[in-house]
């Protein structure tokens, strides 16, 4: 769903405060960069939880003291993991705020220890996800690979079960760039062309489906910007003259990055004159074109970071936006950019701390002595302002010329 202008700032500004593994150039695990809506999946609860069964309900009345409370009696029918030693046809009872269906079979989930337990709200299963939740267990008591589990999850996506559907992508979704790359020769990038059109597949689906078009494409797929980008920009429309939010849109983000991996180079210089430097362009989408170039010099790495670093540059001439680029010049350690962003604080009202901060810290990390010679007169003459960047990032060290 595309944001208004004053809902997209927030969320920036909110993602600046999380930026402080970008700032500490800490390494971490990622997943799919773009898959945001990622829950964790049946194989991520059955490592968690203490308690996992496929049970049936045999009673389920509302308590006589709590009304709007229900207890619920269920009978194992098949006992995945336990601590209690829980086994076929045991009972047990459990609450819950929803009248169970007697005799309806349930996936039945609950963490902790004996003395500190606590039931998750059971869940509803058929007979076909049962058969998929087996499977599911079976890889977590095997040693698998990465592929056989990947490719799984891959074929299984397009179920009919929503349960089962919506497991696949939170699997997949969690999984690193570099090992989604092992399903490149299962994946066909018609198909995922299709995926993509496909206007009852998630936003999320779609990033996911971006990605994937991305390890497999070629050139000559990156018209499928072109005619989605379309799309995108005539249900803008239709919210513009309706009033009504369309809920679900094109993944802008990750078709951006997606297209700049298919088409390299010249694909990025389309994104910079359309998006970047198009003072028309909305503040949503130069915002998904920021994202996809972070994207890309973090992970995919297709063109070098430095002229990655030159497109995000050019954001430093939109004043409303200049704070997003500016940890991602720090973490690459391109402090050619030091210059450029000295002149930027001294432009910036004193009050503009989205900007200031930023800069700041690039300067407490940055070599270079002009950087020294600004912090030092910002120590000087802003100390709170210095003080405040110290509190949000205190573990800062400069780093060193190569």
């Known amino acids: 769903m595309p944001f208004s202008y004053t809902d997209t700032r927030s969320l920036c500004r909110i993602g600046i405060i999380t930026?402080?593994?970008?700032?500490?150039?800490?390494?971490?695990?990622?997943?799919?960069?773009?898959?945001a809506g990622v829950l964790p999946s049946f194989l991520d609860e059955y490592n968690d939880l203490s308690?996992?069964?496929?049970?049936?309900?045999?009673?389920?009345?509302?308590?006589?003291?709590?009304?709007?409370?229900?207890?619920?009696?269920?009978?194992?029918?098949?006992?995945?993991?336990?601590?209690t030693g829980r086994s076929k046809r045991s009972t047990f009872t459990v609450t819950t705020f929803d009248?169970?269906?007697?005799n309806q079979t349930f996936l039945v989930?609950?963490?902790?220890?004996?003395?500190?337990?606590?039931?998750?709200?059971?869940?509803p299963i058929e007979s076909s996800e049962i058969d998929y939740v087996l499977r599911v267990i079976q890889f977590a008591k095997s040693n698998a690979s990465k592929l056989d589990k990947l490719k799984f999850f891959f074929e299984n996506r397009d179920s009919a079960s929503t349960l089962i559907a919506e497991d696949c992508f939170n699997e997949l979704g969690k999984t690193s760039l570099e090992d989604l790359q092992l399903l490149k020769p299962i994946l066909q990038a018609e198909k995922l062309k299709e995926s993509l059109r496909n206007e009852k597949h998630t936003t999320d689906r779609k990033r996911l489906d971006w990605v994937l078009l991305g390890i497999c494409g070629q050139a000559s797929d990156a018209t499928i910007f072109d005619e989605l980008l379309e799309v995108y920009y005539k249900q803008r429309q239709r919210e513009a003259e309706t009033g009504v939010l369309i809920r679900e849109s094109i993944g802008l983000d990750a078709a951006i990055s997606t297209y700049i991996t298919l088409l390299g180079e010249k694909g990025l210089e389309r994104i910079e004159k359309e998006f970047i430097t198009n003072p028309k362009c909305e503040f949503s989408d130069c915002f998904s074109a920021i994202l996809a170039l972070r994207v890309q010099g973090d992970d995919i790495k297709k063109i070098p970071q430095a002229r990655i670093a030159q497109s995000l540059a050019l954001v430093l001439h939109r004043t409303e936006m200049a704070d997003l680029v500016v940890p991602d010049f720090a973490r690459w350690e391109q402090w050619n950019y030091c210059d450029s962003l000295i002149a930027?604080?001294?432009?910036?009202?004193k009050d503009d701390l989205r900007l200031r901060l930023p800069i700041i810290n690039y300067l407490r990390v940055c070599p270079l002595p002009q950087a020294e010679r600004m912090l030092e007169s910002i120590r000087m003459n802003e100390p709170i302002n210095y003080r405040r960047a110290q509190t949000l990032f205190p573990q800062l060290e400069k780093a060193k010329i190569k």
């Open 19 to 35: 930026l402080v593994a970008i700032f500490g150039l800490v390494s971490l695990a990622k997943s799919c960069p773009f898959c």
């Open 51 to 83: 308690e996992f069964h496929i049970a049936v309900c045999i009673k389920c009345q509302e308590q006589p003291n709590e009304p709007g409370l229900y207890s619920a009696d269920f009978m194992v029918v098949e006992p995945l993991k336990t601590i």
């Open 99 to 102: 009248l169970l269906e007697r």
């Open 109 to 123: 989930r609950g963490y902790g220890q004996e003395d500190e337990f606590q039931w998750v709200a059971p869940t």
């Open 344 to 349: 930027a604080y001294e432009k910036s009202e």
